[in-house]
């Protein structure tokens, strides 16, 4: 990442602020920040939508949806949904409310401000949760996770997309805050947690170039029955 950060007035950002960005976008940064987000992690949102099987009526919830990019993608899968939102970044649900205006007066998509350890919806509301580059930031893991399976129905399902700690080990800003797992480490919280793991995929991305480097991230999704 090369741009310049009004905050610290230097040519490169210090991988703290970026990594406090990832976290949470916040002021002048966050809509840059989000725009690498869409890009970096398209392919594991691809990953994610072709693992996510969705039924007529399926009532979804997307944790951590940053801009908002590709809640329209999800609904070219199925039209009929409805699909629910939460992040805890103003910033982030302005954009994605901008991004998505047609959605939201058509009633299929609402975006809510909160954080995933007290989710604003009612006991079993959800047949689906889904969070994409967010578990990172979960510190108590279990108070998230217990949230989640309050809020799905019986038999729901959860999907955790992330990209694996051999992946993000490259990135300098990951030794500010992040909490990494390797597959088998996640795997073992979400079973802690009492979710059954249902499927495991696994994708090399594309490669991407940043800062002259060429790299290749790998995604995952677990899949986890509550
Ligand atoms: C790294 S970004 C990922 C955004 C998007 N899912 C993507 O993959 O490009 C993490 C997002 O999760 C949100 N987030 C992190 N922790 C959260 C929490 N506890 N509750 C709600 N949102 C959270 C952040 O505000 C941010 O928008």
Not at 28 to 50: C, E, I, R, S, W
Not at 153 to 169: A, D, I, N, V, W
């Amino acid at each position: 990442m090369k741009e310049n950060t009004p905050q610290q007035n230097v040519t490169e950002p210090d991988p703290k602020f970026i990594a406090q960005q990832l976290r949470k976008p916040s002021g002048n940064f966050a809509l840059n920040v989000g725009q690498k987000m869409n890009l970096v992690n398209k392919p594991l949102y691809d990953l994610t939508y072709d693992v996510i099987e969705l039924d007529e009526n399926d009532h979804i919830l997307e944790i951590g949806f940053g801009t908002g990019k590709f809640f329209g993608k999800l609904f070219d899968l199925n039209s009929k949904i409805k699909v629910r939102g939460l992040d805890y970044s103003e910033k982030m649900v302005e954009a994605a409310s901008k991004a998505n205006e047609d959605l939201i007066s058509n009633g299929k998509l609402d975006l809510k401000l909160g954080n995933s350890n007290s989710i604003p919806f009612e006991d079993q509301t959800f047949e689906k949760v889904f969070c994409n580059m967010v578990i990172y930031f979960w510190d108590e893991p279990e108070d998230h996770l217990n949230e989640i399976r309050r809020v799905l129905k019986p038999g729901g399902l959860f999907y955790s997309g992330h990209r694996t700690r051999e992946s993000m080990m490259v990135f300098p800003f990951v030794e500010h805050g992040f909490n990494l797992y390797s597959i088998q480490e996640w795997k073992e919280i979400l079973n802690e947690n009492e979710f059954t793991i249902q499927q495991i995929h696994k994708r090399f991305d594309p490669q991407i170039e940043i800062d002259d480097n060429k790299l290749q991230l790998e995604s995952c999704c677990i899949l986890a029955g509550k």
